[in-house]
């Protein structure tokens, strides 16, 4: 049996698009929001699944709840998430395009 590790979003919304590089993993959801995970120290279960809730179980199995970004208009689809050293892109239902900038969280 493979070994997973499943997350789930605080709102249990369903996620649609992501993007992710060395230490993120950008979720996008149908609610509007971008939740950004600390995926570094990822550890994976010796055998079988796991599934972690963001907010709640953040920093088990590795992965770190860096937050939410809510930006986007409430309950607007982010269809696309792409990332760079430096920013994250994201586009949504309603046609906008929203640059984000990572050094607002650090």
């Given at each position: 049996?493979?070994?997973?590790?499943y997350?789930?979003?605080?709102?249990?919304?369903?996620?649609?698009?992501?993007?992710?590089?060395?230490?993120?993993?950008?979720?996008?959801d149908?609610?509007?929001?971008l939740?950004?995970v600390?995926v570094?120290?990822i550890?994976?279960?010796?055998n079988?699944?796991?599934?972690?809730?963001?907010?709640?179980d953040s920093?088990?199995?590795?992965?770190?709840?860096?937050?939410t970004?809510?930006t986007?208009?409430?309950r607007?689809?982010?269809?696309?998430c792409?990332t760079?050293?430096?920013?994250i892109?994201?586009?949504?239902?309603?046609?906008?395009?929203?640059?984000?900038?990572y050094?607002?969280?650090?």
């Open positions: 049996m493979g070994q997973v590790v997350i789930k979003t605080r709102d249990n919304d369903p996620v649609i698009s992501l993007s992710f590089n060395e230490e993120f993993l950008i979720l996008g149908t609610n509007g929001e939740h950004i600390d570094q120290q550890v994976f279960p010796d079988g699944e796991v599934t972690v809730e963001l907010g709640k920093d088990q199995h590795g992965l770190v709840f860096v937050g970004i809510r986007h208009e409430y607007a689809f982010i269809w696309a792409k760079d050293p430096y920013r892109f994201s586009g949504d239902e309603t046609g906008k395009i929203i640059i984000h900038d050094l607002m969280f650090e």
